[in-house]
Each structure stands twice: as structure tokens, then as C-alpha cells.
């Protein structure tokens, strides 16, 4: 298997970032993650939208991202597990989540095993490595298995809505629509809005250089 990208270290320009994980001040003054009431599934054809049912819950603090993102994918396959419990098993600490084989290793381990890592080498996704992404998220999703993303770099939602990692986050795909031109992206640094929806390109080129647990 091929060796993704690794992260470590602490840096502060604007939003704290450390391993992986950023977190706004909007998180950062929560005191508990907090929780968004479960998303609808649809349960039409890959053409139609289709949506996981989660428990979102925020991060709680600035390097729980990966707990936090690994957590809501579970969530959805009936495991009900804290961000705490989720940490350990990462091997999360203040530097962060090392890379997506965590997260694909603890998945694996809680729900049998179907789970594989997927890297995007690149700094910009190839043509191919998007419709790979198209084929993983829709796959991952039909079977009720949210993919948990390894990002970095800044990017805008369908809305519009500005979303910036400069120094790296994990967040959860959840579902897609128009046969996965669209992503839909669960996020627990932002509260605010919680899920999002992200052209398929955009959520590829936000993995690039780092990978994917599918």
C-alpha cells in the first residue's frame, strides 16, 4: 500500500491547526460537541440524491478532527462510540490524526473489515482519480458506509460558503446527488452548518496529496 501523506506540527494563522485539524472560534468556544438531528436517506437510484443518516457532532477542540469525522461515520453503521473512544483508538494526541490508514484501520476494526485507503498523489486530482473518488463515495454509500476524507487547502461549497484547512482536516462524505457530481460533505469544524453540499472535482482536489478511507 502506498504511504499517505503524514502531518504534524502547530501553526496559527487565523484558525488553530495542528495534525490535520483546524477549528474555528466558533467551535473552540463550544464547551461539548454538539449534536444535529439525523440527515434523511433516500433510497432511490444512483441518479436520484441519496443521504446517510448520521449523528453529527462537532469537534470539541482543535485536534479532534479525525475522532470527530470517524466518529459520524460510525454513527451511521450503528456504532455509538464517543469522540474520546474514537480518539484512542486513532492514536489521536495534539498533533492530530497521522493520515487516512488510521482512520481506514479504525474502521475496519469496529465494522468488519470493508474499508480500504485511497491516495491522491498529486497536488491537483487527475481526471481519473476524480471518477475513481465518483466510484468510491457512491459504492461506499449504497452499502451505508460514510467515507472519511483527509483534506487540506481552501475551497467553496455549492452556496458559495468558503471552506479553508490550510494545514489539514478530516471530515465525512455522506452522501451525493446527480449521480456523485455532487458531494455531500458532513463537517465537524462548522457547526454552523454542519453538512454541505461540494462538486465532486472540489472534494478531490480538496484530498489531493493526502487520501481517503472508503
Keep these: ?42 433510497q432511490n437510484d444512483r441518479h ?31 456504532k455509538a462510540l464517543s469522540q474520546d473512544e474514537v480518539a484512542r483508538l486513532l492514536g489521536t494526541t495534539e498533533a492530530g490524526t497521522p493520515s487516512a490508514l488510521d ?33 468510491d463515495v457512491l459504492a461506499a454509500v449504497d452499502a451505508g458506509r460514510p467515507v472519511v476524507a483527509n483534506i487540506k487547502g481552501t475551497t467553496v461549497d455549492t452556496d458559495g460558503n468558503p471552506h479553508s484547512y490550510e494545514g489539514g482536516h478530516y471530515l465525512t462524505l455522506v452522501g ?5 457530481d455532487t458531494i455531500r460533505v458532513a463537517d465537524p469544524a462548522d457547526p454552523a452548518l454542519g453538512e454541505y453540499w461540494m462538486s465532486l ?14
Aim: glycine fraction near 10%; charge should be positive.
Design 176 to 180: 451525493y446527488r446527480d449521480g456523485g
Design 1 to 42: 500500500m502506498n504511504q499517505i501523506v503524514q502531518k504534524s506540527g502547530l501553526s496559527v494563522v487565523g484558525l488553530l491547526v495542528a495534525g490535520g485539524c483546524a477549528l474555528g472560534p466558533a467551535v473552540a468556544a463550544q464547551a461539548a460537541p454538539t449534536q444535529a438531528a439525523p440527515a434523511s436517506s433516500s
Design 201 to 214: 472535482p472540489k472534494v478531490a482536489n480538496w484530498i489531493a496529496e493526502r487520501g481517503y478511507s472508503s
Design 48 to 78: 436520484a440524491e441519496r443521504i446517510l443518516g448520521v449523528d453529527y457532532q462537532a469537534q470539541p477542540n482543535f485536534y479532534y478532527c479525525g475522532p470527530a469525522a470517524t466518529r459520524i461515520a460510525l454513527s451511521a453503521q450503528g
Design 103 to 135: 482512520t481506514t484501520r479504525v474502521l475496519n476494526e469496529l465494522t468488519g473489515g470493508k474499508y480500504r485507503t485511497t491516495e491522491i498523489r498529486d497536488s491537483v486530482a487527475r481526471p481519473e482519480q476524480v471518477e475513481q473518488l465518483r466510484r
